[in-house]
């Protein structure tokens, strides 16, 4: 079984603070992402990567970096947390090529106050 | 540009059969996912079009026609678990990028 794990279910973190998300994925995955997901929005794409130490940006890039040093990590940050990026944040990890399976983590709910 | 359609609410009778249909504006369009996210649990893959035509898994089938842009997801013998949320999800470009919409909040009532 694929397993996807977040570092933390929930986390609460003051404006202006820089966050770290990480997410690990067991089953050798090429392709990792970033999801967030927001109430009549659904799911966007915050940066994806491919392999270790490449990365692209997904549709909502501001104000977020990543980083992939192992192939199995993937981690999403929070510059200066502000208030606008509290959300739900899931990440995914698939193989590439054929059906791009993408399987997620349980997600972290994050409120920046 | 990209753009992504799908109905935002759907109800339907328990047993009955439900069709959540799906347009897309993708460049470099591969295939069509379906993902299925209940209330507080995350997105799982339901199934994948890379080629005209349906394909079934037990009492759910997709259905994609590459030159019209479109897909459905049809799911039959409903069930009150079924009651979630459904994402048509096409692929794209190089690296495979997946582009997940808002949803069809499927209501499965008795």
């Known amino acids: 079984d694929v397993k996807v794990t977040q570092s933390s279910r929930y986390l609460v973190k003051r404006t202006g603070e820089k966050v770290f998300l990480e997410c690990v994925q067991d089953?050798?995955?090429?392709?990792m992402f970033w999801y967030r997901q927001d109430p009549g929005l659904g799911l966007r794409l915050i940066y994806f990567s491919y392999d270790v130490k490449m990365k692209e940006k997904g549709d909502i890039p501001e104000g977020y970096s990543v980083s992939r040093e192992k192939k199995e990590r993937f981690s999403l940050i929070l510059e200066s947390a502000s208030t606008n990026q509290t959300s739900m944040y899931l990440c995914?990890?698939?193989?590439?090529?054929?059906?791009?399976?993408?399987?997620f983590g349980p997600g972290t709910r994050l409120t920046v106050t | 540009g990209q753009s992504l359609e799908q109905p935002s609410e759907v109800t339907a009778v328990e047993g009955a059969i439900v069709q959540i249909n799906c347009t897309y504006q993708t460049s470099g369009f591969y295939g069509l996912s379906w993902y299925q996210q209940h209330d507080g649990g995350a997105p799982t893959f339901l199934s994948y079009?890379?080629?005209?035509g349906l394909e079934e898994t037990g009492r759910f089938s997709s259905f994609l026609s590459r030159s019209d842009s479109y897909g459905y997801l049809l799911l039959q013998e409903l069930q009150m678990k079924d009651s979630a949320s459904y994402f048509c999800a096409p692929t794209s470009g190089g690296y495979q990028k997946v582009t997940f919409g808002i949803g069809t909040k499927l209501q499965v009532i008795p």
């Open positions: 079009n890379a080629l005209d």
């Open positions: 995914a990890s698939s193989l590439s090529g054929g059906r791009n399976e993408q399987y």
């Open positions: 089953m050798d995955h090429e392709n």
